[in-house]
């Protein structure tokens, strides 16, 4: 998508008309969710974050909007008719689960959900001070039956009459893809406005790059590096998405437990602290950074080939990031 968009701003409209910046924003995905651009053809504004919101409604699977959500389809195995939005994420999901051979697995809602409980706390729980080696123990007894069940679950789309079927009693949870895929449709609406200098931010952990504002590049710092633009990359007309144990993590007798879940053997532990993706779909990036994490450095070069992105790969040490392996591509954009 992004090669076709720097074809369409030679289009010499846009050298005639004066250009404006605009920017919006939404509470969504249990984050926030912005977009900033400069346009010659006024704002679509309201058009990114209905859709937005309209997104994070459908896929929510632990709050009742109403309607045929994905609340709805877990609650049920009868074919379910919804909207293109959910059937396509849904699509998304199942076409990444394959790619990322199951490390992202949209299956896992209930052990997701029993660890953000455990580790986290229940949203509502305002005395809640950190789990207990008795509580991660109570947890894990849960996870063979809980795998299991994710296992024998699938789901079945139907493109004709738009239905999504759940077959078996696993929850669904697409919030490793929601974030990404909210950032491509956000892109969609921009090239159709033919818009090449934005920003999307889908709560730092996924972003859409366009042009800068001066047209040039945008630079790109990661956090938790130990030392000050240690991991600083210039960039453009490029998604990225990351994944890290920081912001979501406890350590209990030493042992750190994060949000993302290894569905091999549905643990919130992971070998590796952070990995920092670019590539032209921002979907696909959203699934495979969390993948990475999990299946490592050889795995995450097999893929980077195989379905064209670039990777950085990070380790902890004493609470900062350390480069295991990364892409020639992004080395090469290191300032």
């Known amino acids: 998508m992004k090669k076709r968009l720097s074809l369409l701003l030679l289009a010499p409209i846009l050298v005639a008309c004066s250009e404006a910046t605009f920017s919006c924003s939404t509470l969504a995905f249990h ?17 990114i974050i209905d859709m937005v919101n309209r997104i994070d409604a459908l896929a929510d699977p632990y709050t009742n909007y109403g309607g045929n959500t994905l609340y709805y389809i877990n609650s049920t195995n009868e074919p379910v008719e919804v909207e293109p939005h959910l059937f396509n994420l849904m699509k998304t999901a199942l076409d990444l689960y394959e790619k990322t051979e199951h490390n992202f697995d949209p299956y896992i809602g209930k052990i997701t959900s029993l660890w953000k409980n455990t580790l986290f706390g229940d949203d509502e729980d305002m005395l809640f001070d950190g789990p207990s080696v008795s509580s991660i123990e109570e947890a894990k007894s849960l996870i063979p039956a809980l795998l299991e069940e994710a296992r024998s679950t699938r789901v079945v789309l139907n493109e004709s009459k738009s239905t999504i079927q759940r077959i078996g009693s696993g929850h669904i949870d697409l919030g490793g893809l929601t974030k990404g895929y909210s950032v491509e449709e956000s892109e969609r609406v921009l090239e159709k406005y033919k818009i090449e200098k934005y920003l999307i931010n889908g709560g730092q952990s996924s972003l859409g790059l366009g042009k800068s504002q001066d047209g040039g590049n945008f630079k790109v710092n990661l956090m938790y590096s130990k030392e000050e633009n240690e991991n600083l990359f210039s960039l453009s007309k490029i998604d990225t998405s990351t994944s890290a144990i920081y912001e979501q993590s406890v350590t209990v007798e030493g042992i750190t437990y994060s949000h993302i879940i290894n569905p091999n053997t549905g643990m919130p532990l992971s070998d590796y602290s952070m990995a ?24 995450s070069e097999e893929w980077s080939k195989k379905y064209n992105f670039s990777y950085s790969l990070y380790e902890d040490v004493g609470g900062f990031t350390k480069l295991v392996k990364e892409s020639e591509s992004l080395t090469k954009a290191r300032i």
Not at 31 to 47: A, I, L, P
Not at 276 to 299: H, N, T, V, W, Y
């Open 31 to 47: 984050s926030f969710f912005s977009c900033k651009y400069v346009s010659s053809r006024g704002e679509c504004n309201k058009e």
């Open 276 to 299: 920092f993706l670019s590539g032209e779909d921002s979907a696909l990036l959203d699934a495979f950074s969390a993948s990475c994490m999990i299946a490592g450095p050889e795995k």
